[in-house]
């Protein structure tokens, strides 16, 4: 009675193992949910590692049905060793086979996990170094240098209000409409009014007490003895650009001595530093801010990068003040027609060659009329700025130039431009644009403090 017993039993054991393998080849009809899905699961180039089939995919034919889900080709990079080439070019791909299922490529195997309960080798550390002595603290950075609020000192005529009763001179409304007509005429002509910002403007640079010292040489026919001592010892920083233009500004300011250089026609040659003229001035913050004899040791009114003795860092709107939504100082404006032989003081010399009797003087005062409503006038917000500091403080008219032109430091300092676009101070416009509303028939030209020099 045993060998039926075996029979049977060798009989059930082929079965058993018939049925097993049938099952192991056999679609997995009778997974488990969770099974079901993971076989849904694969990379997908689009969305990432392991996105979800769409009702976890059944079959070949309902993986290619769904066009969200037709094998996309991606361009693979061949793994080391692995003798891979890349992908073909996209848009040459042949279409999948109908009743294929997209071939995904098999992600690589992870390395088993350590033992549970066993934490894995770790490579054995570096012998510690001999133990360093603490290093001493470094000191505490030098702060960053800044501008002042305003350059010159505070009762300096670039810093101090006008007063409520100060006197227009007989010809102002004659004076101020041919100026009118000037702006009228170059905005019909898209030549200006102008705010110079990075052309014929004025890099201020801004340095610490530490900064090398680096000598300009002075280029010009005149001795000028006192200038070229003044120049032996700039605190110029070695990657400095003067303004473009013709005129090749720059100014340098070093807070720590209250010394400030300027320069025009600086340039930088294989032999150094050369400049074709320029000021320097010992004592910034108690300064007039236009040339005389108090600015350096053996300064004359010839000093200065203006035609006018007038600093060319007066006058002109900072970051500081469109950060600060204020210009705080007098303005200083260059204009194409400049009186010949006459100039106003603060002004001590002029380059201006206009026999018009209605043309300005440099050093020319002009002011808004302080009984102008700004508020009311809408003007797009640096317009405004503009006209609050000429009602103040009023304009100054330092140089000659091309056409009517206000003066703006140079972000050449900054590494980007912080005027343009439709976030910058311009708001997106030009600057004829947003000089076009300023009130210009309201100006007056005020009776200069001194007589006219000649």
């Not at 670039?158 to 006197?167: I, Y």
């Amino acid at each position: 009675m045993q060998f039926p017993v075996l029979k049977i039993s060798a009989l059930a054991v082929a079965l058993a193992l018939c049925l097993g393998g049938a099952a192991m080849s056999a679609p997995a009809k009778h997974a488990s949910k969770g099974a079901k899905c993971r076989a849904g699961m694969a990379d997908h180039p689009k969305r990432g590692r392991t996105a979800k089939r769409r009702r976890c995919a059944r079959s070949a034919r309902h993986l290619i049905a769904d066009d969200s889900l037709k094998p996309q080709e991606v361009k693979m990079t061949p793994s080391s060793g692995s003798g891979h080439e890349p992908g073909p070019s996209p848009g040459k791909q042949a279409p999948a086979p109908a009743e294929e299922a997209p071939v995904v490529e098999e992600a690589p195997a992870a390395e088993a996990p350590a033992p549970e309960g066993e934490a894995p080798a770790a490579e054995e550390p570096p012998a510690p170094e001999a133990e360093a002595p603490p290093a001493e603290e470094p000191p505490a950075p030098e702060a960053e240098a800044q501008l002042p609020d305003r350059f010159f000192a505070a009762t300096s005529f670039w810093n101090t209000p006008v007063a409520a009763g100060a006197p227009v001179a007989s010809d102002s409304e004659a004076v101020v409409g041919a100026l009118a007509a000037t702006v009228e005429n170059e905005m019909a002509a898209k030549a200006g009014p102008a705010i110079n910002t990075t052309k014929y403007s004025v890099p201020i640079y801004t340095v610490p007490a530490d900064q090398p010292l680096v000598e300009v040489r002075l280029e010009s026919s005149y001795k000028a003895a006192s200038l070229r001592e003044a120049f032996t010892a700039v605190p110029l920083p070695p990657d400095a650009q003067p303004a473009f233009g013709g005129d090749h500004h720059l100014v340098v300011w070093q807070p720590s001595t209250d010394r400030l250089w300027e320069f025009w026609g600086l340039e930088e040659g294989s032999s150094g530093w050369h400049a074709g003229w320029g000021g320097a001035v010992a004592s910034a913050s108690t300064n007039s801010g236009s040339y005389d004899a108090t600015a350096w040791p053996g300064a004359t009114t010839m000093w200065g990068g203006s035609a006018s003795s007038l600093s060319i860092a007066g006058g002109v709107i900072t970051f500081q003040d469109l950060e600060s939504g204020r210009i705080d100082h007098a303005l200083a404006m260059s204009v194409a027609e400049v009186r010949a032989e006459t100039f106003y003081y603060p002004a001590h010399r002029t380059d201006g060659e206009s026999t018009n009797p209605l043309s300005l003087p440099e050093g020319a005062h002009l002011r808004l009329d302080p009984h102008l409503d700004l508020s009311k006038l809408q003007l797009p917000q640096l317009t405004l700025e503009i006209a609050e500091a000429a009602q103040k403080y009023g304009i100054f008219i330092r140089d000659k130039a091309g056409n009517v032109a206000f003066n703006a430091q140079d972000p050449v300092t900054l590494g980007s431009n912080p005027y343009t676009g439709p976030g910058g101070y311009f708001e997106g416009s030009y600057p004829r644009q947003l000089l076009s509303s300023f009130p210009w028939r309201r100006l007056e030209l005020l009776v200069p403090e001194e007589p006219a020099g000649a």
